[in-house]
């Protein structure tokens, strides 16, 4: 069983930055793709970023595109979303996510292990 726990979020102006961490306890973590997602209130939860398995490669929804940057240390069992250029649309509960397999995927539903979400919440 993989637990999944973000940090990092809060209340930030419009055009401020934010850093998400996801700790993990998957000891082999590598293995695995990750990715982010969010959902706002009363909206599905949609994609935002993911990352293969050893950070090769990124995919990011096109409204977070230049702004945000996902990233992963293996080595630390960490993933993390720097977000930078926030806009109050951005405002919504952040969720780390796995996929038992290696690609990128970006639909919530192949994603097999979630964290319990983080708060982002932009001001005009």
């Known amino acids: 069983q993989v637990q999944l726990v973000e940090s990092g979020g809060g209340l930030v102006q419009a055009g401020g930055s934010l850093r998400l961490s996801c700790a993990a306890s998957?000891?082999?973590?590598?293995?695995?793709?990750m990715g982010w997602l969010r959902q706002a209130p009363g909206l599905d939860r949609e994609f935002v970023a993911a990352i293969s398995k050893f950070g090769s490669s990124t995919l990011y929804a096109d409204s977070v595109k230049g702004r945000f940057t996902i990233s992963r240390d293996n080595a630390k069992n960490t993933l993390y979303l720097q977000m930078n250029s926030l806009k109050p649309e951005d405002t919504a509960v952040y969720f780390c996510?796995?996929?038992?397999?290696?690609?990128?995927?970006?639909?919530?539903?192949?994603?097999?292990?979630w964290g319990q979400g983080t708060q982002v919440t932009v001001s005009p």
């Open positions: 996510a796995l996929a038992l397999r290696g690609t990128i995927i970006t639909h919530p539903s192949n994603f097999d292990y």
């Open positions: 998957e000891r082999t973590l590598s293995n695995y793709a």
